[in-house]
DNA sequence: GTAACTACTTACCCAGAGGTAACTACTATA
DNA sequence: TATAGTAGTTACCTCTGGGTAAGTAGTTAC
């Protein structure tokens, strides 16, 4: 193996271990919406509006224990939940912005090609 | 709608564009794969050694179709077949840099908590 | 008392993502 | 003649990501 395929080779296993954790639909667009500030469980409900409270719960749930997101009880009356980004969750913030930067330039590049 | 939850939608809709492109176990693989240069069916299935033959023609098929690569067919004897990114493909280099940046920086988060 | 809002959980279902194995068809080499 | 390398295709199977619908438990407002 040759130093260009060790360079592959470590490119691949640093791509697998990002994508596990933001694999799926839901994800990016939940660390999205939180990006935002601090929300509750219904304010992320309204922001995506097509996601179901059962995704919602199972991806905040695995975002939290893969540290990207933190979740806050407060005693208040009645209980509310709050959700937000961890400093591990903010280090995404370069990732988030080149995937929003390449969606919208795929966008026109798509419309271009159509008209 | 106040202009930071506008803000938030064009961000989730500009994601979803992105997402939809780049869903699945192995297509960012694969781009990474030739973003190394030209390669052959067999160059790419050797460098990522674990991806089958159905699901690298299949997701090579889903990406020629998105305009992300280049399929080029050589009259040789015997035929050759050589995958490249087209221009949109190598639009992505910026993205692509960032998960696996992010992918280093999170190795290096677990390592350090599981220490 | 009843409706509505908070934040979920649980049960059930299905399409499709992805895996495995075998097969095709052609050429080159021993 | 047979083995190996080129580049895939096809059939079949399994598992899980994600959807729908309904239920729970507490509080507040009418």
Redo the contacts between chains.
Sequence with gaps: MNQ??Q???Y?????????E?I?G?WR??II??LT?GTKRFGEIQR??SDISPKMLSQELKALEMN?IVKRTLHDTMPVTTEYSLTP?GE??T??????????????E?VLK?DN
Tied chains: 1, 2.
């Design positions: 260009k395929d360079v592959c080779q490119k691949l296993m640093a791509s697998r271990d990002a994508l954790v694999q639909k990016i667009p999205i919406a935002h922001d995506i540290k591990l280090s995404m370069n990732l988030l912005n080149e995937i929003l930067n390449w969606g919208i330039h795929f966008r590049e090609r």
